[in-house]
T-cell receptor
């Protein structure tokens, strides 16, 4: 699986958009970008995934650059409940289902 | 609530002992994954079962073993416990083995070895 690089920590004001970057410069053509988050020792929670097109769901948006070497997770209106560690994971969807978690970004939403 | 259940929530035991952690996947999910989260190693994949068969192995110690039963629940057995085995153990499930976009995680079992 391709390695990812994320900032160790970020702050965001409540109500503002939180933009979490991820670099995955060694990503291969059949690897997807996944985002999970973990709220204070709870089980990780799936957020969104994408291959090369931008994706949006009820939780977040995922913007992947054209060269696929980086991506940004956007939480459009951050709330205090979004305070968590966010993990960017790159993996194939076929043949290798395990998730390889890095250190993630600790996002703190400030009131 | 992810639909994945894990028991017990907390477990305190002594070194050298053996424990069993239990996981019930979401209804309809055939794949079960086990992960370990410790302070120094972060979240690490241990093992995956699919429909009763072992499908993938990660950094699982020989003292650890797992199985998935016909009703699809899974158990993780940890034996000859050491202080370093203290960690959060998560179980996750997904619908299938291939093209498994989402893994749903349980609340975890916190194991403390004294």
């Amino acid at each position: 699986d391709a390695k990812t690089t994320q900032p160790t920590s970020m702050d965001c004001a409540e109500g503002r958009a939180a933009n979490l970057p991820c670099n995955h410069s060694t990503i291969s053509g059949n690897e997807y970008v996944y985002w999970y988050r973990q709220i204070h020792s709870q089980g990780p929670q799936y957020i969104i995934h994408g291959l090369k097109n931008n994706e949006t769901n009820e939780m977040a948006s995922l913007i992947i650059t054209e060269d696929r070497k980086s991506s940004t997770l956007i939480l459009p209106h951050a709330t205090l409940r979004d305070t968590a560690v966010y993990y960017c994971i790159v993996r194939e969807s076929f043949g290798n289902e395990k998730l390889t978690f890095g250190t993630g970004t600790r996002l703190t939403i400030i009131p | 609530d992810s639909g994945v259940t894990q028991t017990p929530k907390h477990l305190i035991t002594a070194t050298g002992q053996r424990v069993t952690l239990r996981c019930s996947p979401r209804s309809g999910d055939l794949s079960v994954y086990w992960y370990q989260q410790s302070l120094d190693q972060g979240l690490q994949f241990l093992i995956q079962y699919y429909n009763g068969e072992e499908r993938a192995k990660g950094n699982i110690l020989e003292r650890f073993s797992a199985q998935q039963f016909p009703d699809l629940h899974s158990e993780l057995n940890l034996s000859s416990l050491e202080l370093g085995d203290s960690a959060l153990y998560f179980c996750a499930s997904s619908v299938a083995a291939a093209f498994s976009y989402e893994q749903y995680f349980g609340p975890g079992t916190r194991l403390t070895v004294t």
